[in-house]
């Protein structure tokens, strides 16, 4: 199982960017998946989880109206698109597969990408 994360950057406060994860190995439909992020020292983040089919989203509370999960499972691909960011947006975003339901904990997750580093700058 493979979970590729991309699209990470710098961008100026108020900027946006779109983060990009594609799955191989494994029945992409049949996973919920998750954003995280962390800071060095500090524990994974929860940012957002979507369900197997997308209907389904839920948002960690100071990411709600600027950050939207969504997911393409035609192309096995989990995005966050991430608007209005801030300084304290900047960390490595991480995505994660988990088998059975959506979840607001690391722990829960069976599967994690590498890591995309977001900065934004002031």
């Known amino acids: 199982v493979q979970l590729q994360a991309f699209g990470g950057g710098l961008v100026q406060a108020g900027g946006s960017l779109r983060l990009s994860c594609v799955a191989s190995g494994l029945t992409f439909n049949g996973y919920a998946m998750g954003w995280f992020r962390q800071v060095p020292g500090k524990e994974r983040e929860f940012v957002a989880h979507?369900?197997?089919?997308?209907?389904?989203?839920h948002y960690a509370d100071s990411k709600k109206g600027r950050f939207t999960i969504s997911r393409d499972n035609a192309k096995n691909t989990v995005y966050l698109q991430m608007n209005s960011l801030k300084p304290e947006d900047t960390a490595v975003y991480y995505c994660?597969?988990?088998?059975?339901?959506?979840?607001?904990?690391?722990?829960?997750?069976?599967?994690w990408g590498q890591g995309t580093l977001v900065t934004v700058s002031s």
């Open positions: 994660a597969a988990n088998k059975y339901y959506t979840s607001s904990h690391f722990a829960d997750y069976d599967y």
């Open positions: 979507i369900s197997v089919n997308g209907g389904t989203t």
